[in-house]
């Protein structure tokens, strides 16, 4: 499990750590795409991390997970207003994102999840963890002296 940092000054390492395999989870604060003000720099950022994915880890699955659902579902439509945004970002032009499949969110491209309120949550795990099911690379054997070198590693 790698946590990215989303500040800009990381950005020239982050392809390191972008691998072909896994499940790639981009969090994003939909509160950031609902206010004009910060809009812009939500959608740049959205696309930076999108296009990066696509281009280190073309065949991944993606969940695009927006927070602080309890502050946005005050107003009514703003998941949707949200969705509006990112399906016009993606333009059809990112295939690996997993869309929520059942409940009451399952017409958006995304998950709107509150980690303080719990909402959201039980249907992401659950997504997440079919996509490790139905990822065929967590078959693939690894050599039990990369195991090694990487317990040594992680050790240190």
């Known amino acids: 499990l790698w946590d990215f940092g989303g500040q800009q ?9 972008l691998t072909r395999s896994g499940i790639y989870v981009l969090v994003f604060d ?9 809009r812009n720099e939500a959608k740049t950022y959205l696309l930076f991390w ?13 969940l695009l997970v ?6 946005v579902i005050i107003k009514k439509g703003n998941l949707q207003v949200i ?4 399906r016009e ?8 994102i997993v ?25 992401l795990r659950r997504a997440v ?3 490790a099911m139905d990822d065929k690379s967590v078959l693939q054997k690894v050599s039990i002296r990369w195991m090694a070198f990487l317990d040594s590693i992680l050790s240190e």
């Open 9 to 17: 000054v990381f950005y020239s390492m982050h392809h390191l750590f």
């Open 30 to 38: 939909m509160r950031e795409l609902l206010e004009p003000h910060t």
């Open 50 to 62: 999108l296009r990066s994915i696509k281009l280190h880890a073309p065949n991944v699955s993606v």
């Open 66 to 71: 927006g927070t602080f659902l309890a502050n």
């Open 83 to 86: 969705d509006k945004i990112l």
């Open 89 to 96: 970002l993606i333009k059809g032009s990112f295939a690996q």
């Open 99 to 123: 869309l929520p499949d059942n409940g009451e969110f399952e017409n958006l491209i995304y998950f709107p999840i509150d980690n303080k309120e719990r909402l959201g949550i039980d249907q």
């Open 129 to 131: 963890e079919q996509c």
